[in-house]
């Protein structure tokens, strides 16, 4: 592996090394064709949910305009990280730009915040959908579905801008050197000239907030749809309820128990090697299979899909 080196002033910041997963030249090549294999099926599962929302006039209800929402936002999710990570595999000198960094940084955390906010909202659908079915269709309209879409995505991308906008004014000294894939907060808070534990507090704690708020949120409202469904006599009724929650539930699973190993644990110095796997599964694994989790423990959804590969 090549030994990589960077100038040591802090005033002619002009970039970083990403050293991604570091392995010989065969390893890069083998790991290039692997993460484009992993992009172009992310893409395509989460397009496929997407066009059959749209395409499948039954599919028109809060739920699924929701999980078509929520399949765009993770097209773009994968797209803040694995397109440089491809270009990293073949290339020589692994460096991002000083702007391209920070450009990731604040793309890829603000997409996720989104995520996060879009979990939240998902399962405050399926509380109304089982806990007030017949108030259902005169609170969650179409004007309020909207709403909630665009306070998503505008929640989303207004929550991390003051720490990376400080982060990047910082001076950074050393080798400029991150060993991970993408540009992280703790990589790059380790490589300042000065600590800063106003800066890492107030990351750690919007980081904390984001996390606990909408998972605090979903948990109260599955905690409402338990009790509801419970009360249902009929076993085939408990296991209707139950099927429509699956899905979002494995989801929210997935995603808050590796993003919280990752940034609510007791202490953010993980092993490098750690954070990059655990960065990996919640980034890349959790959009690949996310389509595969909705389509097939949902009739109307994997019907919408061969409708879809028939057409």
């Not at 395509?44 to 699924?64: F, Q």
Request: proline share 5%.
């Amino acid at each position: 592996m090549k030994t990589f080196h960077a100038p040591s002033n802090s005033n002619t910041v002009t970039g970083f090394i990403l050293v991604g997963f570091p392995c010989p030249r065969e390893g890069q090549i083998l790991l290039f064709v692997l993460f484009s294999a992993v992009y172009l099926l992310t893409l395509m599962g989460n397009a496929s949910i997407i066009c059959a929302v749209c395409w499948d006039l039954r599919l028109h209800t809060p739920m699924y305009i929701l999980l078509a929402n929520f399949s765009f936002l993770e097209i773009w999710y994968v797209t803040s990280t694995v397109p440089n990570m491809l270009a990293n595999f073949l290339s020589d000198t692994k460096v991002i730009s000083f702007s391209g960094c920070f450009l990731q940084f604040y793309f890829f955390f603000s997409l996720g915040s989104t995520e996060c906010f879009f979990l939240a909202i998902m399962a405050f659908d399926r509380y109304l959908a089982i806990c007030r079915p017949l108030h259902y269709p005169s609170i969650m309209t179409r004007c309020l579905c909207t709403n909630l879409v665009l306070g998503c995505w505008t929640l989303g991308f207004l929550w991390f801008p003051v720490p990376i906008i400080i982060i990047s004014q910082m001076s950074f000294c050393g080798s400029r050197i991150i060993d991970h894939f993408l540009c992280d907060p703790g990589p790059l808070l380790a490589l300042t000239c000065t600590r800063e534990p106003v800066v890492e507090l107030t990351s750690s704690t919007l980081s904390s907030l984001l996390l606990f708020i909408p998972f605090v949120f979903i948990m109260c409202s599955y905690a409402l749809v338990l009790r509801a469904v419970l009360r249902v006599p009929s076993a085939a009724g408990r296991r209707k309820a139950f099927s429509t929650c699956g899905s979002h539930l494995a989801v929210v699973s997935l995603f808050y128990g590796s993003v919280m190993v990752m940034y609510v644990s007791p202490t953010s110095e993980h092993e490098a090697g750690m954070q990059k796997i655990v960065t990996l599964f919640y980034s890349v694994v959790i959009p690949l299979i996310n389509p595969v989790i909705y389509s097939l423990r949902n009739k109307d959804m994997k019907y919408a899909m061969k409708k879809l590969l028939r057409k």
